[in-house]
């Protein structure tokens, strides 16, 4: 249980943060630019990725089952900013974070389904 609760709160707290920067930080704009997205993409991005946050730490704490939903929306986050870093020719240290986080919140997933005994 600890590791998972570590992971869900380092999880969490890097996807509160980075959700906040695509709202406020201009290097993110400029980021979402080269990406080739558009503002809202880059405020949904940012809403989804506090979205997932929140749901981690209420998932973790109250409801799993929402804690589970929340893993899996940001694997499939993360996958697509994996995919648009491949797209655009990231090199791999520039696409790694992304497919970390979508692997890191796949093992999420799977702990919350064993830990909390979820299906």
Do not use: H, W
Request: hydrophobic share 60%.
């Amino acid at each position: 249980m600890l590791v998972l609760q570590i992971l869900v709160l380092f999880i969490s707290v890097s996807f509160f943060f980075y959700g906040l920067g695509c709202f406020y930080s201009p290097k993110m704009y400029e980021e979402f630019n080269r990406f080739g997205l558009n503002p809202l993409q880059r405020k949904l991005t940012g809403f989804f990725q506090m979205l997932g946050a929140g749901g981690l730490v209420l998932g973790f704490y109250f409801l799993p089952l929402l804690g589970l939903s929340a893993a899996i929306g940001l694997v499939v986050l993360m996958s697509l900013g994996f995919g648009v870093r491949l797209k655009i020719k990231d090199n791999f240290i520039q696409s790694f974070p992304s497919l970390f986080f979508a692997l890191l919140n796949l093992v999420v997933a799977y702990k919350f389904v064993v830990f909390f005994e979820l299906f």
